[in-house]
T-cell receptor, first 119, second 114 residues
Framework: GAVVSQHPSWVICKSGTSVKIECRSLDFQATTMFWYRQFPKQSLMLMATSNEGSKATYEQGVEKDKFLINHASLTLSTLTVTSAHPEDSSFYIC???????????????FGPGTRLTVL | DAKTTQPPSMDCAEGRAANLPCNHSTISGNEYVYWYRQIHSQGPQYIIHGLKNNETNEMASLIITEDRKSSTLILPHATLRDTAVYYCIVREPSRMSAGNMLTFGGGTRLMVKP
C-alpha cells in the first residue's frame, strides 16, 4: 500500500519554543492531508485539513495561529506547533488520500505519528 | 456525533478467531463501513471496508448484516501482534479528497492473550 512518513518520530522541546513536524507521501501524490492529535488513552481527533496550495481548514477549537499548517507540494505538509506548552504534548498523526484514480474507495494512509513532549 | 458503537474492550485467545462487533444503526445508503486498527504508539492501519456485501482480504473478513445496521470484523486466527485498538467508521466516500477525513470513535481495545 501507499506509504506516509513523518519526521521526527519523537521530539522533546522546552516550553515556548516552536516545533515543526513533516508529513510526506512517499509514493503517491495527495492534494489533501489531514492532521490528527491523540492524547493518551483517547481516540484520534481531527485538527485540520491541509490543502495543497491553499489555506488549511481547522476544526472547531483548534487555534490556527498556534498550529500552523503549510502544504507546499503534493507530497509534503508541515505542522508547526508555535510557542509550545506542556498541554500541547501529544501524539500527532497525519494521513493522506491518493489523488483520484489511485484509490477508488478513498482509502486514507496514515503516518507513523510524532510524539511531542513539551517540558 | 458518534455514528458507530463498539464495545470498549475484548479479549481473545491466541490462534482463535476474534469477532469484533460494530453497531451503525443510522448508516445511510451511500456510507461504507471501514475498519482501521491502531497498534500502540503507531498510526492507524487500514484493514478492510465494505458497503453491503461481505468482504475478505488477507487481513480479515467483514460481515455486514442485511439491514446494514451492524457489522462484525473477523480476524480468523488472532496472534499477539493483533493486539490493538480497532476502529469501525462509517463514511460516504467523497470525490473531493478534502471530504475524506475520518471521524474516530472510541474503538475496541482487543487484547490477544497467549
Amino acid at each position: 500500500g501507499a506509504v506516509v512518513s513523518q519526521h521526527p518520530s519523537w521530539v522533546i522541546c522546552k516550553s515556548g519554543t516552536s516545533v515543526k513536524i513533516e508529513c510526506r507521501s512517499l509514493d503517491f501524490q495527495a492534494t489533501t492531508m489531514f492532521w490528527y492529535r491523540q492524547f493518551p488513552k483517547q481516540s484520534l481527533m481531527l485538527m485540520a485539513t491541509s490543502n495543497e496550495g491553499s489555506k488549511a481548514t481547522y476544526e472547531q477549537g483548534v487555534e490556527k495561529d498556534k498550529f500552523l499548517i503549510n502544504h507546499a507540494s503534493l507530497t509534503l505538509s508541515t505542522l508547526t506547533v508555535t510557542s509550545a506548552h506542556p498541554e500541547d504534548s501529544s501524539f500527532y498523526i497525519c494521513s493522506a488520500t491518493p489523488l483520484a484514480g489511485l484509490s477508488s474507495y478513498n482509502e486514507q494512509f496514515f503516518g507513523p505519528g510524532t510524539r511531542l513532549t513539551v517540558l | 456525533d458518534a455514528k458507530t458503537t463498539q464495545p470498549p474492550s475484548m479479549d481473545c485467545a491466541e490462534g482463535r478467531a476474534a469477532n469484533l462487533p460494530c453497531n451503525h444503526s443510522t448508516i445511510s445508503g451511500n456510507e461504507y463501513v471501514y475498519w482501521y486498527r491502531q497498534i500502540h504508539s503507531q498510526g492507524p492501519q487500514y484493514i478492510i471496508h465494505g458497503l453491503k456485501n461481505n468482504e475478505t482480504n488477507e487481513m480479515a473478513s467483514l460481515i455486514i448484516t442485511e439491514d446494514r445496521k451492524s457489522s462484525t470484523l473477523i480476524l480468523p486466527h488472532a496472534t499477539l501482534r493483533d493486539t490493538a485498538v480497532y476502529y469501525c467508521i462509517v463514511r460516504e466516500p467523497s470525490r473531493m479528497s478534502a471530504g475524506n477525513m475520518l471521524t474516530f470513535g472510541g474503538g475496541t481495545r482487543l487484547m490477544v492473550k497467549p
